[in-house]
Nanobody, 121 residues
Framework: QVQLVESGGGLVQPGGSLRLSCAAS????????SGWYRQAPGKQREVVAT???????DYPDSVKGRFAISRDNSKSTVYLQMNSLTPEDTAVYFC???????????????WGQGTQVTVSS
């Protein structure tokens, strides 16, 4: 079992920055993919950043060049650095982890509770 807890959300002005944190506990050694997703009211949840176990990252065009995912394995924590924020970035941000089970035959997804990010002047 893996537990994920996000923190770092809040209110920021357009052009500002925020750093989100996701602290993981439990069977963290089995995590193969970490990521961040967001969901705005009335909109579909979308991925904003992913990182594989090897360290490869991927971003959608909407945040590429502005967001960066990173991790600190010693602290079992994944971060999302968000720069040049715009009102379109306003959403609840969720931390995600996919773990492998039985040597990759099975997998399970875990989600944090979400943290609100509001970009407004």
């Amino acid at each position: 079992q893996v537990q994920l807890v996000e923190s770092g959300g809040g209110l920021v002005q357009p052009g500002g920055s925020l750093r989100l944190s996701c602290a993981a506990s439990g069977g963290t050694s089995s995590i193969v993919v970490s990521g961040w997703y967001r969901q705005a009211p009335g909109k579909q949840r979308e991925v904003v950043a992913t990182m594989s176990k090897s360290g490869s990252t991927d971003y959608p065009d909407s945040v590429k060049g502005r967001f960066a995912i990173s991790r600190d394995n010693s602290k079992s924590t994944v971060y999302l650095q968000m720069n040049s924020l715009t009102p379109e970035d306003t959403a609840v941000y969720f931390c995600h982890a996919r773990v492998e089970i039985a040597g990759g035959v099975w997998h399970k997804d875990y989600w944090g509770q979400g943290t609100q990010v509001t970009v407004s002047s």
